[in-house]
């Protein structure tokens, strides 16, 4: 049976006017820590209704450009619910949405600048990112798509109403990353409010680098966090600021997704795209996993609650 890990909610201040809809009232611009001081921190109970995700990864990277609006659009389109991004600091500190460290793979960089000298993400000002095309690398149709930045991918995801695993890539090369990204997310309260415990989680900031992830915590201290990559088990109960362990799936087994849920945490392992394996990890308890296909992911977690509920 999968256990759910404990959420640290949000506070969120509203003023409702007759029965018409919410409206935040004005605070003063904060940064992310003093915001942290001044509102008290709320714990949500785990609860067992939390459903199983199939989050697509980078988009719905499987049938359009990875960390583009469109891989965004098509996940929505495919019936996702949650998708997971990469971000990036440009050389002027503006978060773009980009996995790898270098442009090559996936814009036309070195068309555009075929001078340069380094084609890192971090040599680039986002006037000069704003100048690529992040489209045509995967298939023409796609010629013209731009680089987002967090800005306009969040408000994209706002209103699509999709939720977010939200990436840090490499912080050591992206200096104050966290501190930027907390500041864009503490700016919008939507992001900062949780989703009912039988909905998946709204927002999740994860990063291989965990000590990255325990500073965002300090920072964001309301949202879940979750460490990529396999912690020992011995070692899982050392990370009780964490909400999440997402390892690859072939690092892991059923008594590791166990010992994972004994220690309160979720686990959605990446990134599967073999429909089998699909089966193996849900089989073996875990909360979900990331899927290049999310259409096929939804599938296999709608198949397996169907045999879970006949069996019982």
């Known amino acids: 049976m999968r256990r759910v890990g404990f959420v640290v909610g949000a ?28 509102n008290p921190v709320t714990v949500q109970h785990p609860s067992p209704d939390r459903p199983l995700i199939a989050v697509a990864h980078r988009g719905a990277s499987g049938h359009a450009p990875e960390n583009t609006l469109a891989a965004l659009n098509t996940a929505k389109r495919l019936g996702a619910r949650t998708v997971e991004i990469d971000v990036q600091l440009t050389s002027d500190d503006e978060i773009v949405l980009m996995h790898d460290t270098t442009l090559e793979r996936t814009t036309n960089a070195t068309e555009v600048f075929p ?38 991918a969040l408000d994209l995801l706002e209103t699509l109403d999709l939720n977010l695993f939200l990436e840090i890539k490499d912080p050591d090369l992206s200096a104050g990353i966290e501190d930027l990204v907390a500041e864009e997310i503490s700016t919008r309260s939507t992001w900062l409010e949780h989703n009912p415990p039988w909905e998946p989680r709204r927002l999740v900031v994860q990063s291989f680098d965990w000590e990255s992830m325990e500073y965002s915590k300090t920072l964001l201290p309301s949202v879940p966090h979750a460490l990529l990559g396999l912690v020992s088990k011995e070692e899982i109960t050392d990370y009780d600021w964490a909400h999440m362990i997402n390892p690859n799936h072939t690092q892991i087994d059923a008594d590791y997704v166990e010992a994972v849920h004994e220690a309160g945490l979720e686990i959605t392992p990446y990134t599967i795209n073999d429909r089998t394996v699909m ?21 296999a977690i709608r198949d397996f609650e169907g045999a879970e509920l006949v069996a019982h």
Do not use: C, K, N
């Open 11 to 38: 506070v969120s201040v509203f003023l409702v006017v007759g029965g018409g809809s919410a409206l935040a009232l004005p605070v003063p611009v904060l940064h992310p820590q003093e915001r942290a001081e001044e």
């Open 115 to 152: 001078d340069r000298d380094s084609y890192e993400v971090g040599d680039f000002t986002l006037e000069e990112v704003e100048q690529l095309e992040a489209g045509s690398w995967f298939d023409p149709v796609f010629e013209g798509e731009p680089v987002p930045t967090l800005d306009i």
């Open 279 to 299: 089966d193996a990890v849900l089989e073996m308890g875990t909360d979900g996993f990331i899927t290049d296909f999310p259409e096929v992911g939804l599938e």
